[in-house]
């Protein structure tokens, strides 16, 4: 008996569910775009419950056309539009909006910790640049600063 696979993309506009065989032919997806809140300028943000209801419902329309028992689904890949954050509480429910990466609202702490030695501490661990905020590294470089 075959298996199958579900890729799960939240990206920045689009959610979309896809169905894989084992060959990584895909065999059924589905999309359904997503509403972006800008209550203020600068604010860029996701009603949670909204995303999450999309979210199961391109994956029920996924496994739907792919015309496969959901049973047969042997693993989940999950992916998104990069960084952001969702707060989630204890109470099992969203604490608020969930911030996307385009949103820049906290510019200035990339630009902090870039001059107070932050960012470098936390690449010398992960490897990964903690300047973003609507991509600062390039922000940065344009303004002047540089290491």
């Excluded at 969930?98 to 990339?110: H, K, L, M, N, V």
């Amino acid at each position: 008996m075959k298996s199958y696979f579900l890729g799960i993309d939240n990206g920045g506009t689009v959610s979309k569910a896809a169905i894989f065989d084992e060959t990584g032919m895909q065999i059924a997806q589905a999309s359904s775009s997503v509403r972006m809140l800008t209550p203020k300028a600068g604010h860029t943000e996701r009603d949670m419950d909204e995303l999450w209801h999309v979210t199961a419902s391109v994956i029920r329309n996924a496994v739907g056309k792919s015309g496969i028992q959901a049973e047969r689904i042997k693993g989940v890949a999950c992916t998104g539009h990069g960084k952001g954050l969702y707060l989630w509480g204890k109470d099992g429910k969203p604490c608020g909006n969930g911030i996307i990466s385009t949103d820049t609202r906290a510019w200035e702490y990339p630009v902090k910790w870039a001059m107070d030695g932050t960012a470098d501490k936390v690449f010398a661990k992960t490897f990964q640049s903690i300047l973003w905020t609507m991509n600062p590294s390039a922000w940065s470089r344009s303004n002047g600063y540089s290491k």
